[in-house]
């Protein structure tokens, strides 16, 4: 059973199954959160094959900061690093 942390994280068992892969609190907290993270399984579009726009869309909703001066590869490595 998935140890409860707090009212933070929506999805406990995620968050520790991504924690344990190894990635960031925070990067793992976002991803647990995400409404449908469980129910996309690898059918999100690849980030090359979206928009500059959608990009840049989806780095503001994650905070990305400096991203309106980023060409589409620097947003591409800031959403895969982040």
């Given at each position: ?17 991504l ?42 909703k ?19 690093n982040?």
């Amino acid at each position: 059973m998935a140890k409860d942390h707090g009212p933070s994280i929506k999805d406990d068992e995620k968050y520790e199954a991504l924690r344990d892969e190894g990635m960031s609190k925070q990067k793992a907290a976002r991803i647990a959160n995400t409404p449908d993270a469980s129910e996309r399984g690898g059918r999100a579009s690849r980030y090359e094959d979206r928009t500059k726009r959608e990009l840049y869309e989806e780095a503001k909703k994650i905070g990305i900061r400096g991203r309106s001066g980023m060409s589409k590869s620097e947003l591409i490595e800031a959403l895969r690093n982040n």
